[in-house]
């Protein structure tokens, strides 16, 4: 991977807070933009491939509106814009003018040797038409994206990229940029008789513990209660199956960040999911509070239960 920051161009970028972000997209045909945008729109942002240029300023009114509640926007300009492109540098300039928004102009580009090879596997013709060769049509494209390429915050050289690297590296990038996009991890309980939950990426089965149900004075209550932690407290692999899960987390949450994961579900699951996995449930998720990049949620699915 080459990753190139023009720092001639970081005095253009706003030194206030800004909720709003708007990510331009472009580079050369075969560079990885379509998995660049559809990475940006697993991270949430509002995507909008080949907008005629003229309608970028738009768009970006009509996001400002209160009932639109869009508030990251990502698109993609390439030469399929055809004579528009050439006022994609006043249109850009414009926008960056915007007080309450964070403009990042990313360029994807790769050597001819690779991006034939693109274009040889995908048997597509270059967007400048069937009159020009892949090489020729590469020749002009460089040519007529050369102003905007100047122009870009960060350059991405994608020769030695897979469609997942491409993903990864345009994720983390725009983390980067944006300081506040943080992966959301929701800490799950759950009851085994009522099914695994669908969305669960990771799944720790709980019911190894000893069973607050067969307690009497416990069994009305719910893991939530502290008689039932209590209870729980009391057992030495307690502990122990928090200490080996927490560690094991502090290793993989920055592993599924670096990775471009948008969500992580972990749950935990005993038998009704009332007791065991509802206590162990609360108390990771306090284990896991401050975490640096996650947003955390706390859910318990089968709490309420018969």
């Known amino acids: 991977m080459v990753k190139k920051r023009l720092s001639h161009k970081s005095s253009s970028r706003l030194s206030g807070p800004t909720n709003r972000r708007f990510v331009v997209v472009t580079g050369l045909s075969g560079s990885g933009k379509s998995q660049a945008i559809k990475a940006l729109e697993d991270l949430g942002y509002f995507c909008v491939d080949n907008l005629p240029t003229t309608l970028i300023l738009t768009l970006n009114a009509l996001s400002k509106r209160?009932?639109?509640?869009?508030?990251?926007?990502?698109?993609?300009?390439?030469?399929?814009?055809?004579?528009l492109l050439s006022q994609f540098p006043r249109v850009f300039r414009r926008l960056k003018t915007e007080r309450d928004l964070k403009v990042t102009l990313v360029f994807l580009e790769a050597n001819d040797a690779a991006l034939i090879r693109r274009f040889s596997e995908t048997r597509r013709p270059h967007p400048l038409g069937n009159r020009l060769s892949v090489v020729d049509g590469l020749k002009e494209e460089r040519k007529q994206l050369d102003a905007i390429r100047q122009m870009a915050d960060e350059i991405v050289d994608t020769s030695k990229m897979t469609v997942h690297d491409i993903r990864q590296n345009i994720m983390a990038l725009v983390r980067a940029e944006a300081g506040n996009i943080d992966m959301i991890v929701t800490v799950l309980s759950f009851?085994?008789?009522?099914?695994?939950?669908?969305?669960?990426?990771?799944?720790?089965?709980?019911?190894?513990?000893?069973?607050?149900?067969?307690?009497?004075?416990?069994?009305?209550?719910?893991?939530?209660?502290?008689?039932?932690?209590?209870?729980?407290k009391k057992f030495s692999k307690t502990k122990g199956f928090l200490d080996r899960v927490t560690k094991l987390l502090s290793f993989l949450v920055p592993q599924y960040l670096n990775e471009g994961k948008s969500y992580l579900t972990i749950a935990i699951g005993?038998?009704?999911?009332?007791?065991?996995?509802?206590?162990?449930?609360e108390a990771?998720?306090?284990?896991?509070?401050?975490?640096?990049?996650?947003?955390?949620?706390?859910?318990h699915r089968d709490i309420e239960a018969e």
């Not at 209160?66 to 004579?83: C, L, N, Y």
């Not at 998720?285 to 859910?299: A, C, P």
């Open 66 to 83: 209160q009932e639109t509640e869009i508030s990251k926007i990502a698109m993609v300009v390439d030469v399929r814009e055809g004579k």
């Open 191 to 232: 009851g085994f008789k009522y099914g695994l939950p669908l969305d669960s990426d990771l799944v720790f089965d709980v019911r190894f513990l000893p069973n607050p149900y067969f307690v009497a004075h416990l069994r009305s209550k719910t893991g939530k209660h502290r008689s039932v932690t209590n209870y729980l």
């Open 270 to 281: 005993c038998t009704g999911g009332r007791h065991r996995s509802v206590s162990i449930a």
């Open 284 to 299: 990771l998720s306090k284990e896991l509070t401050g975490t640096d990049g996650i947003q955390l949620k706390l859910r």
